[in-house]
């Protein structure tokens, strides 16, 4: 496994998901209409919104656990089971601190 390439991977999510969250923090602070129908829809929006900026918030924060596994050298390894996880599952969860079977174990 190439850390330094998931590494890589990893900020630069991050960056995109922390930009991301500015501009959904900027949505949410606008003025909200007067009209009673239209506020209406506003709202579902703002719930949208504000659904959305919780699971990138959390996403955030699987990968600033992910940087800091990089940074004391046991990212790759399950939290679990200290297996290593395989470079597949990286590469398409590079956040992950779980192998298959022990992320399949806690459902």
């Known amino acids: 496994m190439d850390t ?41 929006g703002d719930e949208v919104l504000e659904a959305l900026g919780q699971a990138e918030l959390d996403e955030v924060t699987r990968i600033d656990a992910a940087l800091g596994r990089v940074n004391d050298g046991t990212y790759g390894l399950c939290l679990n089971c200290a297996e290593p996880i395989s470079d597949a599952r990286l590469d398409v969860l590079p956040e992950t601190a779980l192998c298959r079977n022990c992320a399949a174990r806690n459902g």
Do not use: Y
């Open 4 to 44: 330094e390439r998931q590494k890589a991977i990893l900020l630069s999510r991050r960056r995109e998901l922390v930009g991301h969250l500015v501009e959904v923090g900027q949505a949410l602070d606008e003025t909200p209409t007067r009209d009673l129908e239209d506020f209406a829809t506003e709202r579902q």
